[in-house]
């Protein structure tokens, strides 16, 4: 079993529609998530940083994190086709830079104008 | 923001040549830069953890003697692919922190995807 599962897509939705993407661990050690969104061809770029359980939200962007069900979601409103991409989630046990970060396999998304 | 660059972005080489990857923090002063490598719709997959100055770390499954890693100056560590195969094509992503930085404060590089011929 895979420590982070993703569900790799592709996922098509219309322009303005409210994307739901998800990840499910199993290492209960987890405690620092993320999402990356990634380019094709390119690195990845951090969207959203939570700790421990709860939601934040970033503009357009709402990060949530369930650790009682080893669940973390992004949510995109009003999503734009400048938001296709292939989007990460990653997670780590360690709060310093040093620490390794476990990553999703990532979902790619395709907004339709 | 912070910058790391990549050089070069694209290598097509043939199979039984080496090939060296940079990674160069432009802005700061990285004392930590990671080696990942992702396969076609596959995740990143941490290859080693370099610190400048000391030898670096490999993941379990990583052969250190194929994937030399430098970190000669705390704003360039270089990827070193030696006796390269057609199953070594993948992109290679390197990522640099600062040395008191959080987990969530990796930089990633734009990648450079390596094939072999």
């Known amino acids: 079993q895979k420590e982070v599962e993703q569900d790799p897509g592709p996922l098509s939705v219309p322009e303005g529609a409210i994307v739901s993407l998800n990840c499910t661990y199993s290492n209960s050690a987890f405690q620092y998530f993320m999402w990356y969104r990634q380019y094709s061809r390119k690195g990845p770029e951090l969207l959203m940083y939570?700790?421990?359980?709860g939601n934040k939200e970033d503009g357009r962007f709402t990060a949530q994190v369930d650790k009682s069900s080893k669940y973390i979601s992004l949510f995109i409103r009003d999503s734009q086709p400048s938001d296709s991409a292939t989007y990460l989630c990653a997670m780590s046990s360690g709060y310093s830079s040093a620490s390794k970060i476990i990553f999703g396999s990532g979902t790619r998304l395709s907004i339709r104008p | 923001g912070a910058v790391v660059s990549q050089h070069p972005s694209w290598v097509i080489c043939k199979s039984g040549t080496s090939v060296k990857i940079e990674c160069r923090s432009l802005?700061?002063?990285?004392?930590?830069m990671f080696w990942y490598r992702q396969f076609p719709k596959q995740s990143l997959m941490l290859m080693a953890t370099s610190n400048e100055g000391s030898k670096a770390t490999y993941e379990q499954g990583v052969e250190k003697d194929k994937f030399l890693i430098n970190h000669a100056s705390l704003t360039l560590s270089t990827l070193t692919v030696t006796s390269a195969h057609p199953e070594d094509s993948s992109f290679y992503i390197c990522s640099a922190v600062l040395g008191t930085s959080a987990v969530n404060e990796q930089f990633f590089g734009p990648g450079t995807r390596l094939t072999v011929l």
């Open positions: 939570t700790y421990s359980s």
């Open positions: 802005d700061f002063q990285a004392t930590t």
